[in-house]
């Protein structure tokens, strides 16, 4: 993924279409080129990114919400944790929870940036944004 003209694939698992398009808007303001699978909820997460086989073409990154349908979204990362092709991909967990219990759960889980959804449109496409920009960028430099 040297190639900074390759959109980064962004898997997200959000179940709510608002926040997906808020999402969209701050990957274009941030001029991230992109390529997005949503994930309605957290049965559809699992399914898609540990059931059997694997993923066929495995994410860059992947945006967590914690607050989903049928699987929660700690239970998701659990989850993803299990399946060694998934170790390297970065996880942006994506919240309206302020549950300091969940922060350290998932923190537990290997999660580095963990963003409370931001309230402010503007305030949201800049955190968000600005997130997903340096964790491409650490992408891109890994890949070399």
Known sequence: MADRTVPVKIFIAEDNLADVMLVREALKAHKILFQMVHLKDGAEA???L???PVVPS??????L??????VGGLEVLSAIRKVTALNAVPIIVLTSSPAPEEQQAA???GVKHYLQKPSDLYEFIDQVGGTIQEVVRQIHAAAG
Do not use: F, Y
């Open 107 to 109: 923190r537990r889980l």
């Open 65 to 70: 919400d914690l607050n989903m349908p049928k």
């Open 50 to 52: 540990c059931g059997n």
């Open 46 to 48: 699992v399914a898609a």
């Open 58 to 63: 495995s994410p860059d990154l992947i945006l």
